[in-house]
């Protein structure tokens, strides 16, 4: 059973962390966690990891005989998609004496709980784990909470609390390989494994810890499978077809691989294949380019976070510039930095507020700044495929620049993807009267960037990657063909 977020995101394991980035590697802050007769900060001392911190929770007032205090994060929702799934959270406890602990997962609509307590010995890094909260039926999207106890002997002492997961408890039966496993084993060790209770189906889990990597590796080998018509093949449907040697459905990872077979060596395509060749060469100073106007920025001199999910700033200065709905950066202000829409504008008060999950908060430092509608839609923009990885499909699929380069073909297949609208070729060649030589044409409304009467660089630059060898091409753009 995965219970590191890092097991969970690299081995892209089928259990989700239900807690944040911060709220786990606590890197910068606290995250989402509240303390009950406690205070909350940081520990850089005892890591696992550079990256990690642990979370030092100080008792504030002793009592008598017993020291009692808390930890709770923020709700948590989750989705339909969990129903019938179990919800359970681990956590590694130090503390330098003895101390009794208590972690609880708690659903609030339903109202339904679960707890386990366990007693930590001095010094030494302790595992615990709740018991499993079933996610009910009848609840489409839920609230759930996870709150850590300490009870004392010792008066008001400080614990560590590092690496918290709070998950799908049964993610494990979506291995794969792990069901195949099970099923050839003795009836005997299924019927005991399902008879445990706390955890449930031990086995199974321990032989998730090995096998969610032979998992993965079996489920890419079922995808890798090459399938005829008579195996399910559908030409129209990409779950049917490898991963491996399909080109319509190949993982770009080994797209490379692939393409050796067809005398292609793939590299990055030219400028104007994706929309970086619309943008300035690197992304400083942008804004500028975007709008020349100065950036409007106000000095915060106080803000709060009430821990419901509100944000209130004070501004130096009247906030004149500022509308509800506009979209601000904070910076400077730590726990409340990030890009938010402003819910209300008070010119009157210098106030602004916006929404922002959260503990309880509150700070004298940083500034609010407008950000430029143009700059938020660049900055969302997603370039993650921007026609490169359908563009070396077709590469390699029309095979071009491999053992069809030198054709009339490939001449036309190594500028067709760079063409609009109807992306008609004129192709035209005379070994009597023009010999040696091949000529091109495109329509100009057809042709980025295209003038009538002359030839388009961009895709003089493709033609000569795939012209006969010994041949000069000639390309013009054209009003009509």
């Given at each position: 059973m995965a219970t590191s977020r890092e097991a969970l995101e690299d081995l892209d394991a089928p259990y989700t962390n239900f807690l944040g980035d911060e709220d786990y590697l606590f890197q910068p802050g606290t995250g989402s966690w509240s303390g009950t007769n406690a205070s909350l900060t940081t520990e850089s001392t005892r890591l696992y990891k550079g990256t990690y911190r642990a979370l030092k929770i100080q008792a504030l007032t002793a009592g008598s005989p017993n020291t009692d205090f808390s930890v709770t994060h923020d709700a948590f929702v989750v989705g339909p998609e969990f129903i019938n799934d179990s919800i359970n959270a681990t956590v590694n406890i130090f503390c330098t004496t003895p101390i009794e602990v208590a972690i609880r997962v708690q659903n609030?609509?339903?109202?339904?709980?679960?707890?386990?307590?366990?007693?930590?010995?001095?010094?030494?890094?302790?595992?615990?784990?709740?018991?499993?909260?079933?996610?009910?039926?009848?609840?489409?999207?839920?609230?759930?909470?996870?709150?850590?106890?300490?009870?004392?002997?010792?008066?008001?002492?400080?614990?560590?609390?590092?690496?918290?997961?709070v998950k799908n408890a049964f993610g494990f039966t979506d291995n794969l390989f792990l069901r195949e496993t099970i099923a050839q084993m003795p009836r005997f060790f299924i019927d005991a494994d399902s008879e445990q209770e706390n955890p449930q189906y031990p086995m199974s889990r321990f032989m998730?810890?090995?096998?969610?990597?032979?998992?993965?590796?079996?489920?890419?080998?079922?995808?890798?499978?090459?399938?005829?018509?008579?195996?399910?093949?559908?030409?129209?449907?990409?779950?049917?077809?490898?991963?491996?040697?399909?080109?319509?459905?190949?993982?770009?990872?080994?797209?490379?691989?692939?393409?050796?077979?067809?005398?292609i060596k793939l590299e990055r395509l030219t400028a104007g294949t994706t929309p970086w060749g619309n943008l300035p060469p690197t992304w400083e100073g942008i804004h500028?380019?975007?709008?020349?106007?100065?950036?409007?920025?106000?000095?915060?001199?106080?803000?709060?976070?009430?821990?419901?999910?509100?944000?209130?700033?004070?501004?130096?200065?009247?906030?004149?510039e500022f509308s509800i709905g506009e979209t601000v950066?904070?910076?400077?202000?730590?726990?409340?930095?990030?890009?938010?829409?402003?819910?209300?504008?008070?010119?009157?008060?210098?106030?602004?507020?916006?929404?922002?999950?959260?503990?309880?908060?509150?700070?004298?430092?940083?500034?609010?700044?407008?950000?430029?509608?143009?700059?938020?839609e660049i900055e969302a923009y997603d370039v993650t495929d921007?026609?490169?990885?359908?563009?070396?499909?077709?590469?390699?699929?029309?095979?071009?620049t491999g053992h069809d380069a030198g054709t009339c073909k490939?001449?036309?297949?190594?500028?067709?993807?760079?063409?609009?609208?109807?992306?008609?070729?004129?192709?035209?060649?005379?070994?009597i009267q023009f010999p040696w030589q091949i000529f091109v044409k495109t329509l100009t409304?057809?042709?980025?960037?295209?003038?009538?009467?002359?030839?388009?660089?961009?895709?003089?630059?493709?033609?000569?990657k795939v012209r006969p060898m010994g041949f000069i091409v000639y390309h013009e753009c054209v009003d009509s063909l």
């Open positions: 609030s609509s339903p109202a339904s709980i679960t707890s386990a307590y366990y007693e930590v010995p001095a010094s030494t890094w302790t595992v615990i784990r709740s018991d499993t909260l079933v996610v009910p039926t009848d609840v489409t999207n839920q609230t759930f909470r996870a709150t850590i106890l300490f009870r004392s002997l010792s008066g008001a002492v400080s614990v560590l609390m590092s690496h918290p997961v998730d810890v090995g096998l969610v990597y032979a998992g993965r590796a079996f489920g890419q080998a079922l995808d890798f499978r090459y399938r005829d018509t008579s195996e399910g093949y559908d030409d129209d449907d990409n779950e049917t077809k490898s991963t491996l040697v399909d080109i319509d459905a190949v993982d770009p990872e080994y797209m490379p691989w692939l393409a050796q077979f067809v005398g500028e380019d975007i709008d020349p106007a100065p950036d409007i920025t106000y000095t915060i001199s106080s803000i709060t976070r009430d821990g419901s999910g509100n944000v209130s700033a004070v501004v130096t200065a009247s906030p004149t950066t904070v910076e400077g202000a730590s726990t409340f930095n990030g890009q938010f829409e402003l819910t209300n504008v008070d010119t009157g008060t210098n106030t602004l507020e916006w929404s922002q999950d959260g503990a309880s908060a509150s700070g004298s430092v940083g500034t609010v700044t407008f950000v430029d509608s143009d700059w938020l921007a026609n490169y990885i359908p563009t070396r499909r077709q590469l390699v699929e029309d095979r071009r490939s001449l036309r297949d190594g500028i067709r993807y760079l063409l609009s609208d109807t992306q008609t070729i004129d192709t035209f060649a005379d070994p409304a057809e042709t980025p960037g295209g003038v009538t009467g002359s030839e388009s660089p961009l895709l003089m630059t493709e033609l000569r």
